[in-house]
């Protein structure tokens, strides 16, 4: 009898750490390889930011409140950069020799969130809506690699966020590497909500999707 029991508590616990194994791990819905070799041979990156241009937020109820929430696409950002600092440690998980952060050119694209961003469902961005949106940067350079994150979606019935994580060449704006990875919200009210999901989304994406392509 003791035997059975310690079998099922054995099988539950396995079962409970597949549960989150899968979400953790497997919950990359796009991984798409372009030119990874140009990425690994780089010295040095020019990190852009998060861009808005692209996100949805999804709730059914009441999915007009823009304005409401729009005023807290500072305070997410501002959270973000909070948690994963960039020189401090978004540029130490990268690990390339040197490191730019712009931030002037496409993170300042607060105000370029589209009016109807908020609505009862999210038609899928594509890369085609990346590759646009990186054609329209003022990058502020001519060489080198950039690098950029999308917050594609904030859903409010599933309470998370989806991002992609995109590398591309400056002179050329050509995709180089493109990739996407959902986030759980958490923290204490909207105003931490999304800006831990991204923070999820991102520490996702080093963990499972660039340490095991780029840097080992």
Not at 163 to 174: A, E, L, Y
Request: proline share 3%; net charge positive; with cysteine.
């Amino acid at each position: 009898m003791k035997k059975t029991l310690l079998i099922l508590a054995v099988v539950l616990l396995s079962y409970k750490i597949s549960g989150q194994f899968v979400y953790t791990y497997t919950n990359i819905l796009n991984n798409e390889i372009y030119d990874i070799e140009s990425i690994k041979n780089a010295k040095s990156i020019t990190y852009y930011g998060l861009d808005f241009s692209l996100v949805k937020f999804i709730k059914p109820q009441n999915a007009n409140e823009d304005q409401e929430l729009r005023k807290y696409l500072g305070a997410w950002l501002a959270f973000y950069q909070k948690e994963i600092p960039p020189k401090y440690c978004l540029f130490k998980w990268l690990k390339f020799d040197k490191y730019y952060f712009n931030a002037s050119s496409v993170q300042v694209r607060i105000d370029s969130v589209p009016k109807e961003w908020v609505g009862i469902a999210a038609p899928e961005v594509s890369i085609d809506d990346v590759k646009k949106a990186i054609q329209g940067y003022n990058l502020g350079k001519d060489n080198g690699i950039g690098f950029v994150i999308h917050p594609v979606e904030f859903n409010n019935i599933d309470e998370e966020a989806k991002c992609f994580f995109t590398f591309f060449d400056i002179p050329t704006r050509k995709v180089l590497w493109i990739s996407e990875t959902k986030g759980r919200i958490g923290g204490w009210g909207v105003t931490q909500w999304y800006g831990l999901a991204m923070v999820d989304c991102t520490k996702h994406y080093i963990d499972y999707i660039y340490k095991r392509n780029i840097r080992k």
